[in-house]
């Protein structure tokens, strides 16, 4: 069985900090990963993804996510928070085109960005 | 763009009523996929549906079905709505079924079971 784990339930960062969101997964095989975001009374948007190649992975609206392999995580990343960055965030895995086709969502992250 | 729509945004109903769900999406995506999302829980997969007429069920499948009698539209469909079926509900396609595809989400559908 393939899950994800988001320890944190919130995330405080001052404007301008850097951020950074948690995530680790556990899979039979290699992992397909990925981070949506989601605001207030909408639904998920698609922030980026890891199939293959370059552990630095980058995304939309400045964020990035680096995959290790050898601490199974996927950890969501951006230099400079902005408040319009204050959303819920989640991460989902999948598995390399066998098996489950459908995406193992974490429980999310609310990112919360104060000015 | 990708545009998946769904029939309502919010909806009010009496346990025991039978409730449709409506989906659309217009980039003849081959998957489509329903969730429920509840707090700290994620999103948890209800069913999916990988062609017309073919689905398979996910995660929490019980007291749901589903109906795809055309490739842009999935239906989810909760035979007698029950007050723990109070949720969000989200919809979801992708071009194929790799795992490797990107889903795209509708705005979600938040239904009320009273």
């Known amino acids: 069985a393939q899950s994800v784990a988001q320890p944190e339930d919130q995330v405080n960062v001052a404007e301008g900090n850097p951020l950074t969101v948690k995530c680790t997964y556990s899979?039979?095989?290699?992992?397909?990963l990925f981070w949506y975001v989601q605001y207030p009374n909408r639904g998920l948007q698609f922030l980026l993804k890891?199939?293959?190649?370059?552990?630095l992975v980058k995304g939309s609206y400045g964020f990035e996510a680096e995959f290790n392999k050898s601490q199974t995580s996927f950890h969501l990343k951006k230099p400079s928070a902005l408040v319009s960055d204050s959303a819920l965030y989640f991460c989902?895995?999948?598995?390399?085109?066998?098996?489950?086709?459908?995406?193992?969502f974490g429980s999310g992250t609310r990112l919360q960005v104060q000015p | 763009d990708v545009k998946v729509t769904q029939s309502s945004r919010y909806l009010v109903k009496r346990t025991g009523e039978k409730v449709f769900l409506e989906c659309v999406q217009d980039?003849?995506?081959?998957?489509m996929f329903w969730y429920r999302q509840d707090p700290g829980l994620g999103l948890r997969l209800i069913y999916f549906?990988?062609?017309?007429?073919?689905?398979e069920k996910g995660d929490i499948p019980e007291g749901y079905s589903v109906s795809r009698e055309k490739k842009e539209r999935f239906s989810l469909i909760l035979e007698s709505a029950s007050t723990n079926q109070t949720s969000m509900y989200l919809c979801?396609?992708?071009?194929?079924?790799?795992?490797?595809?990107?889903?795209?989400f509708g705005p979600g559908t938040r239904l009320l079971v009273l």
């Open positions: 979801a396609s992708s071009l194929t079924s790799g795992g490797r595809e990107t889903q795209y």
């Open positions: 899979v039979s095989g290699n992992p397909y």
């Open positions: 890891y199939i293959t190649g370059d552990n």
């Open positions: 989902a895995v999948s598995v390399m085109d066998t098996g489950r086709r459908a995406l193992t």
């Open positions: 980039m003849d995506h081959e998957n």
């Open positions: 549906s990988y062609d017309v007429k073919m689905k």
